[in-house]
């Protein structure tokens, strides 16, 4: 009880800390930079500006004609995939495809749907690892969203579970934009052992491949040689790493990070924490969460999606380890209850394994085999 409360209150001074020097930061960000300079970095406009800018905006009353407005962004579904990351999706969720996706293959095989395989149906959906309010919608969209005669066209039958399963996964949350503020602080959290150190070794090596400059803070520093593991990742991701001593405040390691961003101009600090966490501290915009998951854990790494977002702002999940597990139909559940969207998924070891989260390459990994002489 008594380690758990001195994580807590490190993790508490933590957020603090970050909270500070992000408004040192915007303060003097904006009291030294031009207008055209705030815009960039997602600054707010100082309050006598706004009224300018709204009488520019066009009257309700006087639309522009239809061939001069821009094209609104079509509803599809997205662009497909390349070969190379549809594989690596189909080989993470051969597991699950072998779980209750084969289940379900079995049972639209049969001759005659009718009532008992509708029965059959809600069984598999509500033991399966999505959620009970995920099976609920995929088995609803299947009872009253096809006809008598639909129920009888296993293709119709799959065709309605794969557009259920990517409605759920498309949820309403814009997407991390990464150069709005400078340096962009994310902090990772996650219970011990879901590969939080993993994680951020591998977007430390992303975002530097993709030419940002990145600095990581080693704010784990009650778990035994959990530093020595960042250094390692660190080390190989090649980007810097702030560290403290054993047992040290990990908010003095954050605060040190941060300066340091600030002062050298880093595009991002990832900030790694203790394996615990229970709070109600209320996050800056600037300050974005990253819920890193274990995808083997299933209905459990759901509650503990649920705890951490009644909590702390989670801006995004990472699902690690979906390559070892049955259990990659969690993705669903979480998406469909929490509204978090999945920003990254980990489907191997190697240090390029882990993917920006396709639900459109997802979907179709997850239900490959639908319909095949595999799984009827």
Request: proline share 6%.
């Amino acid at each position: 009880m008594q380690t758990e409360l001195l994580e807590l209150a490190a993790i508490l001074a933590v957020l603090a800390v970050i909270l500070v020097v992000l408004r040192r930061a915007s303060a003097r960000s904006r009291a030294a930079a031009p207008q055209s300079v705030r815009e960039r970095l997602g600054v707010e406009p100082e309050p006598e500006a706004r009224p300018r800018r709204e009488r520019k905006r066009p009257r309700p009353a006087e639309p522009a004609p239809a061939e001069a407005r821009p094209a609104e962004p079509a509803p599809a579904e997205p662009a497909p995939t390349d070969a190379e990351a549809r594989e690596a999706y189909r080989a993470g969720l051969a597991k699950t495809r072998g779980g209750f996706v084969a289940r379900l293959g079995k049972l639209f095989g049969k001759k005659k749907f009718d009532a008992q395989t509708l029965d059959e149906l809600e069984e598999v959906l509500f033991t399966a690892d999505i959620g009970p309010r995920a099976a609920d919608r995929i088995f609803q969209a299947v009872k009253s969203g096809l006809s008598r005669d639909e129920l009888e066209d296993t293709p119709k039958i799959w065709a309605r579970i794969r557009q259920t399963s990517r409605d759920i996964l498309a949820v309403d949350a814009s997407p991390v934009d990464l150069g709005r503020v400078r340096p962009f602080v994310l902090l990772v959290l996650g219970v011990n052992g879901v590969g939080k150190t993993t994680t951020i070794g591998k977007l430390a090596q992303t975002w530097r491949l993709d030419g940002k400059k990145v600095l990581l803070a080693a704010g784990d520093t009650y778990r035994a040689a959990a530093t020595e593991q960042l250094e390692v990742w660190a080390d190989r991701a090649q980007v810097p790493i702030v560290r403290g001593k054993p047992n040290s405040d990990p908010s003095s390691v954050v605060f040190d990070a941060i300066k340091r961003g600030v002062d050298e101009g880093f595009d991002i600090v990832i900030c790694d924490t203790a394996g615990r966490l229970h709070s109600n501290a209320t996050l800056m915009d600037e300050l974005k969460v990253l819920l890193v998951l274990d995808a083997t854990t299933g209905q459990n790494g759901m509650i503990q999606a649920r705890v951490f977002s009644e909590v702390v702002n989670v801006t995004g999940i990472v699902l690690t380890k979906l390559d070892g597990s049955a259990k990659g139909g969690v993705v669903l559940g979480i998406c469909d209850e929490l509204k978090v969207p999945v920003r990254f998924v980990g489907v191997g070891e190697k240090i390029g394994d882990l993917r920006p989260f396709d639900p459109a390459a997802f979907v179709e990994a997850l239900y490959s085999d639908a319909g095949s002489s595999e799984t009827a």
